[in-house]
């Protein structure tokens, strides 16, 4: 039973076993593998998400895991209960792994320390987001073969990112090369020591160009003077995706805003690979829990 809290502490061997049971996983072709019967799941969210949230229930529920969901906004978290007190109530019921997003960074590794059932981090501030990274690096593999050499450039919002932090730890692993570029306001100078930061030119000419969501909720008002001036700047706009060699592949997380870090007909341009990460998320997902979770 083992937790995953990050990539930047894990090795490449245990990436790389991760990775390799999420292509065993994406292979079957039955839909339900009940390995996890009468284990109990659940996946708690202190804040919100479509993908990872959904992913990981279909990851367990593909698994025959016993599914719960805890929403801070329908909970006692509303009251005032800590973090630690809700995942402390729902360990003493019984559960056998707990899937968590939160919004402070730095606080996932203390409540693991003081818990005994695994952890999962499903993104934590602007830390960590391992299983977002686990399907990157999935995505990736699956296209070019080996994640060796490749060029992986992360445009946008690098400041508040979990999605680049762990990108970029588990890619520099594997021997690839992570450049970022960003406005300045939305570099986080404490990694530039780990990747250069490059104009947008440069960052296009890479095997991979991941896009990042500006993060209006996090970033106060006046970092730009609008949405048509950051498209502008830093935009994957319609023009800059015709200019991209051939085999470049573009990715986003997601959620999108469309038409301001990416044009509306990049997401569904053939070479996007926005929604064949979602699907990837299962298997990965289905990798974790199991590694999690399987006695
Ligand atoms: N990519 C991602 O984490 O999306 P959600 O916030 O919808 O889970």
Redesign the pocket.
């Known amino acids: 039973e083992r937790s995953l809290l990050g990539l930047k502490d894990i090795s490449r061997d245990e990436i790389g076993s991760i990775l390799n049971r999420a292509a065993y996983w994406e292979a079957q072709s039955d839909k339900v593998v009940p390995v996890l019967k009468s284990k109990f799941a659940v996946n708690m969210f202190f804040e919100?998400?479509?993908?990872?949230?959904f992913s990981f229930e279909m990851a367990e529920k593909r698994l025959g895991a016993e599914v719960m969901n805890f929403a801070a906004a329908a909970s006692s978290v509303e009251k005032g209960e800590s973090i630690y007190d809700t995942v402390r109530t729902l360990e003493s019921m019984g559960i056998d792994a707990g899937v968590i997003r939160l919004k402070p960074s730095g606080v996932l590794q203390e409540l693991a320390e003081r818990v005994s059932i695994p952890l999962v981090n499903a993104?934590d501030g602007n830390n960590e987001?391992p299983t977002?990274a686990l399907l990157d690096l999935y995505t990736m593999k699956k296209s070019f073969g080996e994640l060796k050499g490749l060029t992986v450039s992360i445009i946008g919002d690098i400041k508040h990112s979990r999605?680049a932090r762990s990108d970029l730890w588990a890619l520099q692993k594997f021997g690839a090369h992570v450049q970022f570029c960003a406005p300045e306001t939305m570099q986080a100078p404490e990694l530039a020591q780990y990747a250069p930061y490059v104009s947008m030119e440069t960052a296009l000419k890479a095997d991979v160009v991941m896009m990042l969501r500006v993060q209006l909720e996090r970033h106060n008002a006046g970092v730009f003077k609008s949405s048509a001036e950051y498209r502008e700047q830093y935009g994957l706009t319609e023009e800059r995706a015709a200019r991209l060699s051939g085999h470049t592949m573009i990715m986003h997380?997601?959620?999108v805003n469309r038409n301001v870090e990416i044009d509306d007909t990049v997401v569904e341009s053939p070479r996007s690979m926005i929604f064949n990460q979602m699907a990837n998320g299962v298997p990965i997902r289905m990798a974790v829990m199991e590694r999690a979770m399987k006695g």
């Open positions: 919100n998400s479509t993908r990872t949230r993104g987001h977002q999605v997380p997601a959620p």
